[in-house]
């Protein structure tokens, strides 16, 4: 009886604890952000929530140029990757907040994009074409068209050859650029996101990251989209130097 009665004892003794300290108890395991991962377009805001917390937090940004945070409202500066950071007790929360301009972009442009821009963050893997799992660079623009319902080669070179050749000066979000020592040699592509940003699948040690779209030598430029509006002045034919 004295055991029986020592563990109905302990259990309502548990429960009138948690009953009547439910923050505490729920701070201590599950403290969280709402969003780990935030794709912000530049003419708006977001407010990040602390979960399971009364705490003070104190919130912080990699890059105020990027995005400005305060009391948990962000508010997009200029295109990029920044990383923000809640502090309560002593521990970090982390949400990597990347911010794209989609103004004046069309319906097709803008689902490119901002698709593309979600797995910023994932892995880099040589060979793959998994956007969660890991990829290398012609995997990520091979999976993000493929996953639109567009068709497209699988390597870098062969996604030069097979699309629409543009200039430079006619880039549009939502086209590709193709990096190397020459178009011969192509060993690198980006889908570019406007503002002289892309995003790519980069290296092992980066992953999918936001990069300045002259980071390296580029040799050619590609568009797949055919629905969106864009200059009339391109060459729709193969360019030469895929034949």
Sequence with gaps: ???????????????VTILLFPSESMAAKAVS????????AKDSTYTLQVKNTKKKVKWSTSNKKIVKVKKGVLTPVSVGTATVTAKVSGKKYTCKVTVA????MSKE??????YALQFVGNRYRYGGTSLTNGTD???FTYSVYRDLGYDMKRTAYQQLCDTKRVKKKN???????FYGSSKASCSHVALYIGNKKVVHASTESTGIVVSDYDYRKAVGYGRVLKKATYPKDVDCNVPSYAK
Excluded: A, H, W
């Excluded at 009886?1 to 429960?15: E, S, Y």
């Design 171 to 177: 880039l549009k979000p939502g086209d590709l650029i």
């Design 109 to 114: 442009q803008k689902e490119v994009v901002s």
């Design 137 to 139: 660079c012609s995997g």
């Design 1 to 15: 009886m004295n055991r029986k009665f020592l563990i109905c004892f302990t259990v309502f003794v548990t429960f």
């Design 101 to 104: 301009d989609f103004s004046g």
């Design 33 to 40: 952000l709402n969003k780990k991962k935030l794709v912000l």
